[in-house]
């Protein structure tokens, strides 16, 4: 089965850290411009964090910029979204792409066009 499936979300208090999964299946994630977006409710969507599959270029939201980091473990077939200094702001479902084409182009993109995508992994914050 040709998926992404997306674990790692929970509780966390206000300046914790959480470490997002993003696994793929049925295909090779290596390939892919990898996005990590997410949706609180009654906000828009926000590209949160891309990490191309070419050249290792990386995008940050701005204000995520030092807190949060993108990876990717080839063997495991599998992309990461490091988060630490959790604040009240970041609470929203989580989800990650996968596309070919450059972070770009990705970022443009309307959830059903990703090449693939996930289900989404809830992240609150809380004391």
């Known amino acids: 089965q040709v998926q992404l499936v997306e674990s790692g979300g929970g509780l966390v208090q206000p300046g914790g850290s959480l470490k997002l999964s993003c696994a793929a299946s049925?295909?090779?994630?290596?390939?892919?411009?990898i996005c990590w977006f997410r949706q609180a409710p009654g906000k828009e969507r926000e590209g949160v964090s891309c990490l191309s599959n070419d050249d290792g270029d990386t995008y940050y939201l701005d204000t995520l910029k030092g807190r949060f980091t993108i990876s990717r473990d080839n063997a495991k077939n599998t992309a990461y979204l490091q988060m630490n200094s959790l604040k009240p702001e970041d609470p929203a479902v989580y989800y990650c792409a996968a596309d070919l084409s450059s972070w770009y182009e990705s970022l443009l993109k309307d959830r059903h066009e990703h090449d693939y995508w996930g289900q989404g992994t809830q992240v609150t914050v809380s004391s």
């Open positions: 049925g295909f090779t994630l290596d390939y892919y411009t």
